[in-house]
């Protein structure tokens, strides 16, 4: 399993359902990941071409976007973390806001896949974040607090899981909190319990080539999730180089 502690910077490419075989192909030939650097950049393509991107493997990792909360069984269209594994998939994202509103997903499936992840060798990306509507009602901190406790599996440590502070409201909409109110959450969410106080938190919601050096900068702020921006990948290169 990756050790966490190895990176300073870790940068993971959304791709929600995006791309196909030309476009990675593209993609992968104009890639510049500097692995000097401490960075570690991670693509999470669809399921479907997780392979696509083993055979044109470079100095990035693999991730994917969800996973089943069960290992084997009847349960259609499922796909298990043991697979993952064999695939050389060394991360996964959790609990994205897109899986809780339009696939129900909860804190406990949220819990229960991140410790499937674990048993597997595998980092979960669990994700965390309010809505507009929490944060006019000043309850983003009580929001991102229940998801934590209540996602977080006891196996988790802040070398094997990452958490990702992603407000709804800035998911795919070109708006974003402020550099000051990012690092005020952030610096929040570590006090939250100790066990998480040294936890690698990302961030994510509309970042790109031109607010992404800002919002890595900040110390308590270890890397960024992109979507949109991560599709583009003169963006993605300038937001990793
Ligand atoms: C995301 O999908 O997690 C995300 C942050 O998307 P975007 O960068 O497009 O806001």
């Known amino acids: 399993m990756i050790n966490l502690s190895e990176f300073s910077i870790f940068f993971i490419a959304n791709w929600k359902l995006n791309g196909n075989l030309s476009f990675i192909k593209e993609y992968t030939q104009l890639l510049k990941v500097n692995s000097s650097n401490g960075n570690c950049v991670v693509i999470c393509p669809t399921a479907i071409y997780l392979n696509n991107f083993k055979q044109n493997e470079g100095n990035y990792y693999l991730g994917a976007q969800d996973i089943s909360k069960y290992e084997t069984g009847a349960f259609t269209g499922e796909i298990s973390s043991k697979s993952l594994n064999e695939f050389g998939v060394n991360f996964c994202i959790v609990g994205h806001s897109e899986r809780r509103q339009y696939f129900n997903e909860k804190n406990e499936d949220v819990k229960e896949k991140a410790t499937k992840l674990l048993e597997n060798e595998i980092i979960p990306i669990i994700c965390v974040g309010e809505t507009l509507e929490e944060k006019k009602n000043n309850s983003t901190l009580d929001v991102i607090s229940n998801q934590i406790l209540k996602g977080i599996p006891s196996e988790s440590n802040e070398q094997n899981t990452i958490i990702a502070y992603e407000p709804i409201w800035a998911i795919g909409t070109g708006l974003t909190p402020s550099i000051e109110e990012i690092d005020i959450i952030h610096q929040s969410i570590r006090k939250i319990n100790n066990k998480i106080s040294n936890y690698k938190i990302i ?28 599709l583009k990948i003169d963006d993605f290169n300038k937001i990793i180089g």
């Open 203 to 230: 961030y994510g919601g509309s970042v790109n080539a031109k607010n992404s050096h800002d919002i890595i900068s900040l110390s308590d702020v270890d890397g960024a999730l992109i979507g949109g921006a991560s």
